[in-house]
């Protein structure tokens, strides 16, 4: 039995809490040593009460997580659609039948190992002629229900993050990383996010918005090509597909952690201060 076997449900799910937390800090390495376990069952009460059932999901810790890198390089992406030229943009009037293409090629995928478990294809939600473009990981459980992303608790904060914006939900574009769930909302695995990945870049390339955020490490790693701590990659502004992308963290770690919604609102404000946008006045 391993380790994580031998836990209670209770400390498991603490346990994922506790190691996504820290992967959404930007802190990736991780060693173990033998730990006494009358210790860490002590330890399970001192913890905060976990996430519910739906946030975080009761997924076995395997030995070698994929957020457990050996080094900060993620293996090569297969080759990928180069960003058009300005020329060949997509008309505004155009891209909600360009990006209805994707979707079709997409079709009823079944490209990578995550399709097994999928009850919807999570595709994108918002303004195909948005000026401004959500990236997360991965849709959940109540968007693979829904076939829409962020629409549970993580998506009720980005809409929150998104008015205090002065904008809604109806005027921006959302779209994941990988389009199917991962089990137990995993992390997905590199093999997964680089099959799935050409869709979100082609969805970028019509949508073209004058700026991306990326929601937390996994979609900075996958629309930078490079994994780094997010704490290395919050604060300026990136260049991706001849878009500026700014990287602030995933609303699942705000909610678990509002201390930082802070820190992700001066995140947003490099987004607004890039689209010319001054936040609503509260009078
Ligand atoms: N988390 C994500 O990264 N994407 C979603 O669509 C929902 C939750």
Redesign the pocket.
């Known amino acids: 039995m391993t380790l994580a076997q031998s836990l209670d449900p209770a400390t498991r799910q603490a346990l994922i809490a506790r190691v996504r937390f820290y992967r959404d800090l930007g802190l990736t390495e991780f060693y173990r040593r033998p730990v006494d376990s009358a210790l860490l069952v002590q330890l399970a009460g001192a913890w905060e009460t976990p996430p519910p059932p739906s946030a975080v999901q009761d997924e076995p810790i395997s030995p070698q997580p994929s957020f457990f890198p050996e080094d900060h390089s993620i293996p090569p992406r297969k080759p990928m659609p180069a960003p058009p030229a300005v020329a060949s943009a997509v008309p505004a009037a155009d891209r909600a039948a360009a990006l209805q293409l994707i979707r079709e090629d997409l079709g009823d995928c079944t490209r990578c190992p995550l399709h097994s478990g999928r009850n919807k294809l999570?595709f994108a939600d918002g303004d195909p002629n948005a000026r401004l473009m959500f990236v997360?990981?991965?849709?959940?459980a109540d968007?693979d229900a829904q076939g829409l992303?962020?629409v549970?608790r993580?998506?009720q904060l980005l809409n929150n993050m998104i008015a205090a914006m002065g904008l809604n939900r109806e005027q921006v574009y959302i779209a994941?990383v990988v389009k199917c769930r991962p089990p137990g909302n995993r992390t997905p695995e590199p093999d997964e996010a680089n099959t799935c990945s050409p869709f979100l870049f082609r969805q970028i390339d019509v949508v073209r918005p004058e700026v991306l955020v990326a929601?937390?490490a996994t979609a900075a790693t996958y629309l930078l090509g490079q994994r780094q701590p997010l704490a290395g990659l919050r604060g300026r502004v990136h260049s991706v597909r001849g878009t500026r992308l700014i990287v602030t963290y995933?609303p699942?770690y705000l909610l678990r952690d509002p201390r930082q919604k802070k820190e992700a609102w001066a995140d947003l404000q490099i987004a607004m201060r890039e689209l010319g946008l001054k936040p609503p006045s509260r009078g």
Not at 136 to 140: D, H, I, R, S, W
Request: charged share 10%.
């Open positions: 999570v997360g990981e991965g849709p959940g968007e992303p962020f549970g993580a998506g994941n929601l937390g995933h699942a």
